[in-house]
């Protein structure tokens, strides 16, 4: 069994809580959002972890995306959004704001780049947007059948899916205009994430259940028997597990062979705090927790249903996210503590 | 965290028009030293800058099959979460819904959701009423009846609009609705900020008060007078000149219809009895009380207008369906009477020309006019708490989605302390609180919903008895 654990490399304090951080393409810069509405970047130099504050949303940042890099895109930007309506793209060369636009009276609560890095994809209510890389509107979808609680591309960028009131909304991106079709079901979708392998679109759902839906065929299964609302659903690099957070229980569903219908799930054991946050390594197959708790917690599903380790932290835990480069992770706590753990090998 | 962290939460209901937005202006403007979030579901009518308010369009979440119990607002929960991450920027919150809201989503989201019941405490449902229109709506429509239902506290504003036996029949209407709610009369929301902010009516500690006269046994009548009256002839009239200013717009007719909606049949007159009394005072009045309802289980006479009303001869129906009706009252044997009446006289300006009550005394109303209403238990007897357990488990399971609130405290058999509790369609919150001690024991109970069956509820109740 391969065997793994975290160790912290470097942190910095920002005064906010931590709702989410992005990472740039070559894992070297961070950009951190807060509650109250800050937006700032970091750069990591070696063990040296440095921040500045760039600007702000009033009333709280809601949402980040780095662009990622391709044949097309430079990865040179980063897009935030917030309370204010406001969507606002960023220069992560001088921390300036390349284009600050209002789409919404209300919040803009989500923004996703579309993997090729080439657009946007934002969520005010009911409206979903996709803008160009420098914020020229280029479809507005039409209206939502609720608001959107989510929003998750595929991994190549031809599928955009909403995750609503009533199922998902799945926008498709293929020709000149966008299609749409409804994967319906009775109950209230909060958050969405597709397989990397294109298979499934899984949906996390208020009513203590996980939803999800076989892309080619349309089929659609259930998991039920959560102890609450289901805010955590991310799938391993390959597709293979698609791991699920409702308050402190963490359940992974193994996708390999026939797939998790009739199986039992695994239920990994630690926290005992709602859990905040979850991601799988980007080209591995470990998986990072952390929750109220204040814990954040190494797993390797499939292999363990305890903790390879585990680090307590000064404050809940309320964002996690790997870097590009497969070894680092980003850990955001509530009261602003942003630390730079490293995923290291260890001995068999 | 603790409970004394949760943040409190008011809720805000009523119709487009009532005031809500007065009232929510003048929570944010006065200084009282809290930072208060408001999240606001009909844009852009608060105008208070500095303030933390935030717009959203009200989605309602139904997690099990449609039932309403199961039912939460999908958007409180989203936008509550993103109000935890700047905590220290506030210490109260104020949801305002949209005038058609059904509070009972609202409420639950509180309740139903483990990780909302850690964060945030609901404080009160403040139900804002705009007491000139409030009686059209009340015969129209379901949401105004069930936003007074769910209330904690009512403002019955813009009195300043509406005639007071108006205002008297709007308010013994409400309070049929809601037994338990405590009225305000306002005339621009100006209600003291500590009636409606930190109320502490989900907070099982607080003494839960329940309406004493909503408790009393119901009576066929309102209101009592007591007269000295000598033999001869008197006129007793009603009407005429408190319709005069009435805000219905009706002056200029001599006699019509009461069209305007409320629910009390003037077709079969208006029942009152001329008892004789055993003396001038206040207790000779109590004591008629029971002859009078006997006398009130009679069919009773019918007087037009015009007609005789003889004293001490049993129940008359009086014709109030046209403004300015006058009786002959006829005393043949003089001395002191009591004057029982079916509605409170000055919702017909009922009088006896050039008399006044020497004692008067008033009923609570138990007119269940409105589909939506209140019932109250009293009872000093021990209840088993087993029976308890499973007389309020089985109203939860069957009755759950037609009882709005449950409120009570219980005298248990063989328990020093109160037992209190209350409840939100099936949500039910129950514990021990103080000791009885010196106080008398007693059960109060009251039940706010649809289509309650009193019969149904005592015999339930009776049931529990150890």
Redesign the interface.
């Known amino acids: 069994m391969q065997a793994a654990l975290l160790e912290p490399r470097a942190r910095v304090k920002l005064d906010d809580?931590i709702?989410d951080v992005a990472w740039s393409p070559d894992s070297r810069a961070l950009a951190a959002i807060?509650?109250?509405g800050r937006v700032a970047l970091a750069q990591l130099t070696g063990e040296s972890l440095t921040a500045r504050t760039l600007g702000e949303h009033a009333?709280?940042a809601?949402a980040v995306s780095w662009q990622p890099r391709s044949v097309s895109a430079p990865g040179d930007r980063f897009a935030t959004s917030g309370?204010d309506g406001a969507l606002v793209l960023w220069s992560a060369a001088d921390g300036s704001e390349l284009r600050r636009w209002r789409p919404a009276?209300?919040?803009t609560?989500h923004v996703a780049f579309r993997p090729d890095g080439t657009s946007l994809a934002s969520a005010a209510?009911?409206t979903v947007t996709l803008w160009s890389a420098t914020g020229e509107k280029l479809h507005e979808l039409p209206a939502a059948p609720?608001?959107v609680?989510a929003l998750a591309w595929d991994k190549t960028g031809r599928d955009l899916a909403a995750a609503v009131?009533g199922g998902l909304v799945m926008h498709r991106f293929e020709g000149p205009q966008p299609t749409r079709r409804l994967l319906k079901w009775?109950?209230?979708a909060l958050t969405v994430a597709f397989s990397p392998n294109g298979r499934a679109v899984a949906a996390g759902m208020?009513?203590g259940s996980v939803h999800f839906w076989y892309l080619a065929t349309g089929r659609d299964s259930q998991m039920r028997g959560y102890?609450?609302?289901v805010t955590q659903v991310v799938w391993s690099h390959n597709g293979r597990y698609l791991a699920t957070g409702a308050?402190d229980t963490v359940v992974i569903w193994d996708f390999g062979g026939k797939g998790p219908e009739g199986t039992r799930p695994l239920q990994l054991r630690g926290h005992t705090d709602?859990i905040e946050t979850m991601a799988f390594q980007p080209a591995g197959p470990y998986l990072l927790t952390g929750g109220r708790d204040w814990r954040v917690s190494l797993w390797l599903p499939g292999k363990a249903t305890a903790a390879l380790d585990a680090h307590l932290a000064g404050a809940a835990i309320?964002a996690i996210r790997w870097a590009p480069d497969n070894r680092h992770v980003a850990v955001g706590e509530?009261e602003g503590m942003l630390t730079i753990y490293e995923l290291v090998a260890v001995g068999r | 965290m603790t409970s004394r962290d949760r943040i409190p939460v008011t809720v805000l209901t009523g119709f487009l028009g009532s005031g809500k937005t007065t009232l929510l202006n003048r929570i944010l403007s006065e200084n009282h030293g809290k930072r208060i979030a408001v999240i606001e579901n009909e844009?852009g009518e608060v105008g208070v800058d500095h303030q933390?308010v935030?717009?959203?369009?009200e989605?309602?979440?139904?997690?099990?099959n449609g039932c309403i119990c199961c039912t939460?607002r999908?958007?409180l929960?989203?936008i509550l979460g993103?109000l935890?991450?700047?905590?220290d920027?506030f210490d109260y919150v104020m949801i305002e819904t949209t005038g058609m809201a059904d509070p009972g989503p609202v409420a639950q989201t509180f309740f139903l959701?483990?990780?909302f019941r850690n964060q945030f405490v609901l404080d009160a449902i403040v139900t804002v009423i705009d007491a000139r229109h409030i009686e059209e709506h009340l015969d129209r429509m379901q949401e105004p009846k069930e936003q007074a239902a769910f209330a904690d506290v009512i403002l019955l504003n813009k009195i300043d609009l509406v005639a007071p036996a108006d205002l008297e029949r709007i308010e013994r209407r409400l309070r049929a609705i809601n037994g338990t709610a405590k009225i305000f009369r306002t005339r621009n929301c100006d209600v003291p900020i500590d009636k409606v902010l930190n109320v502490g009516a989900f907070d099982l500690g607080r003494a839960l008060a329940v309406d004493g006269a909503f408790l009393e046994p119901e009576y066929p009548f309102e209101w009592a007078g007591l007269y000295e009256l000598a033999a001869g002839r008197y006129t007793l009239r009603t009407g005429a000149e408190a319709h005069a200013h009435h805000a219905h717009g009706h002056e200029g007719r001599a006699c019509h219809d009461h069209d305007h909606g409320h629910a009390h049949d003037h077709a079969a007159g208006l029942a009152i009895a001329l008892l004789p009394a055993g003396g001038a005072t206040p207790e000779a009045l109590a004591a008629q009380i029971e002859p009078a309802v006997r006398v009130f289980a009679e069919d009773g006479v019918r007087v037009d207008c015009g007609g005789v009303v003889q004293a001490g001869a049993g129940l008359a129906r009086i014709d109030v369906g046209h403004d300015g009706s006058q009786f002959e009252l006829v005393v043949t044997q003089p001395g002191p009477y009591a004057l029982f009446c079916e509605h409170a006289p000055a919702e017909f300006n009922l009088r006896i020309d050039g008399l006044q009550p020497v004692a008067e005394r008033a009923f609570a109303s138990h007119h269940h006019d409105d589909e939506i209403a209140s019932i109250g238990l009293s009872d000093p007897r021990p209840l088993d708490p087993k029976k308890v357990n499973d007389w309020l488990s089985y109203l939860l399971q069957s009755r759950g989605a037609d009882i709005f609130r449950m409120k009570g405290v219980l005298n248990l058999r063989g328990e020093d302390r109160r037992y209190v509790f209350h409840g939100v369609h099936m949500m039910f919150d129950g514990q021990l609180e103080r000791p009885w001690g010196g106080a008398p024991r007693q059960n109060s109970l009251v039940f706010i919903g649809r289509k309650l069956d009193r019969q149904e509820l005592e015999a339930g109740f009776h049931s529990c008895l150890a």
């Open positions: 809580y709702v807060g509650g109250e009333m709280g809601l309370q009276i209300a919040a609560e209510g009911r609720a608001t609680a009131n009775d109950g209230a208020q009513d102890p609450g609302r308050l709602r309320s509530c | 844009f933390l935030i717009g959203a369009e989605e309602l979440f139904e997690t099990n939460v999908g958007d929960l989203r993103q935890l991450k700047r905590r920027r959701d483990d990780d």
